[in-house]
C-alpha cells in the first residue's frame, strides 16, 4: 500500500440542542487492553497482516486491503486491537472494509462548509424542530464562546474576527466556529437513530479515549475551533487535520500552541483531535476519498437515495463503484 498521503490539513458549527440520548454500547473497557501483552498483540498483527496478504481482491476496483492496512496503520494503539480481532474474525473481509468507512470514516467527513452534514444522517429533522430562528441564535452563541476562548483569532492563521476587534488597522477575517465532530452526528431523524447509534458504538469502541464524548457534547466549545471559513471547509472535508506533539500541529501548517484565554470555555480536546486526524488519514490512505468525493457531487442524480437520509453509504458504493 502506499504510504504517501495527500496533505491533511479543518469541519463547520452549530449549536447547542436537545438531543435525545443514543443507546450507544458502553461495555469498552479499555483499561483492560492495556494488560496484553506486546507479544499477544504481536502475534494478533501477524495473524491479520497474514490473511489480508492471502485476501483475492473482487475486482481490479476493490480496495479491501487498502483500508483494512489504513485502518491498522492509523488507528490508536488501543483501537487497533480491535481491528485485529474484526479481520480475523470476520470471512467477508470486503464487507468488513465497508463496514468500518460507512460507521468510522465517512460520517466524519462534513458535507459542506456551512452546518456540516455526514452523508448518512440530516441536519435538517434537529434544525426543523426549533422554533424559527433559535437554530441561528445558538450558532452565534456557539461562535462567539469559541472567539472568547481564542482570544478572537483563527487558531491556525492568527487573523482576527472582524466582531472582536474593530480597530480598522488591523487585517481581520470573518471566522466561523468549526466542530471537530460534526454537528450532523448528532442530528438525526428516528428512522435514523439505528444508524446513528451503530456509527457512536463503533467510534467509542475503535476510539476509546474518546468514549465519555457523547451526542450531547456536539455543540460544546471543546468540539470547536475558530477558523477562518477556507480552513474550515478544507477541514471538514478531511483535507487537514491537527495532530497532538508536544503542541498541536497542523500537517504542513506547522505548529500551534492552544491556549484558552477565557477559562470559562474549555480547549478543543486532544482525543477529538486525535480522531479527526486518524480519519482523515484513513479517508486519503485507503483511496476511497477520491470516490467519495465523486459520490457527493453526483449526489442529486443518484435517485436511490431515501430522502430522509437513511439509506447506508455502502449500498451506495456498491452500486456506484
Known amino acids: ?47 491479520a497482516l497474514k490473511i ?10 476493490d480496495k479491501t486491503v487498502n483500508i ?21 474474525k470476520e470471512p467477508d473481509l470486503a464487507e468488513l472494509s465497508r463496514h468500518y468507512m460507512n460507521f468510522v470514516v465517512f460520517p466524519l467527513r462534513a458535507k459542506g462548509n456551512s452546518t456540516p452534514a455526514a452523508w448518512s444522517l440530516s441536519s435538517r429533522s434537529f434544525e426543523d424542530s426549533l422554533p424559527e430562528g433559535e437554530f441561528e441564535s445558538q450558532q452565534a452563541r456557539l461562535k462567539k464562546d469559541c472567539l472568547r476562548r481564542d ?6 492563521s492568527g ?18 466556529a468549526a466542530h471537530i465532530v460534526p454537528f450532523a452526528m448528532a442530528s438525526f431523524s428516528e428512522v435514523q437513530r439505528p444508524w446513528a447509534e451503530q456509527i457512536w458504538s463503533e ?4 476510539f476509546p479515549d474518546a468514549k465519555d464524548f457523547k451526542p450531547e457534547h456536539i455543540n460544546d466549545p471543546s468540539n470547536c475551533l475558530t477558523l477562518e471559513a477556507t480552513l474550515h471547509k478544507q477541514f471538514g472535508k478531511l483535507n487537514w487535520a491537527l495532530e497532538l506533539t508536544a503542541t498541536f500541529h497542523a500537517e504542513s501548517l ?21 480522531l ?46
Open 1 to 47: 500500500m502506499e504510504d504517501d498521503i495527500p496533505p491533511l490539513s479543518p469541519i463547520t458549527a452549530a449549536p447547542r440542542a436537545k438531543l435525545a440520548p443514543l443507546r450507544i454500547k458502553t461495555d469498552v473497557d479499555p483499561t483492560s487492553r492495556e494488560s496484553l501483552s506486546a507479544s499477544t498483540t504481536s502475534k494478533k498483527q501477524a495473524t
Open 52 to 61: 489480508l496478504d492471502e485476501y483475492i481482491p473482487e475486482s481490479p476496483f
Open 68 to 88: 483494512l492496512r489504513a485502518m491498522i496503520k492509523h488507528i490508536p494503539t488501543l483501537g487497533k486491537e480491535e481491528v485485529f480481532t474484526d479481520i480475523a
Open 151 to 156: 482570544n478572537g483569532c483563527c487558531l491556525i
Open 159 to 176: 487573523l482576527l474576527d472582524p466582531s472582536f476587534d474593530s480597530d480598522p488597522s488591523k487585517e481581520t477575517i470573518e471566522t466561523e
Open 203 to 206: 467510534i467509542h469502541r475503535l
Open 254 to 274: 506547522g505548529k500551534n500552541t492552544f491556549v484558552a484565554h477565557d477559562g470559562r470555555y474549555p480547549l478543543p480536546r486532544p482525543s477529538l483531535l486525535n
Open 276 to 321: 479527526h486526524a486518524a480519519v482523515a488519514h484513513i479517508y486519503h490512505a485507503s483511496g476511497m476519498s477520491d470516490d467519495f468525493e465523486q459520490i457527493l457531487e453526483a449526489r442529486t442524480q443518484i435517485t436511490c437515495l431515501a430522502p430522509d437520509g437513511s439509506t447506508p453509504i455502502a449500498q451506495v458504493l456498491m452500486m456506484v463503484i
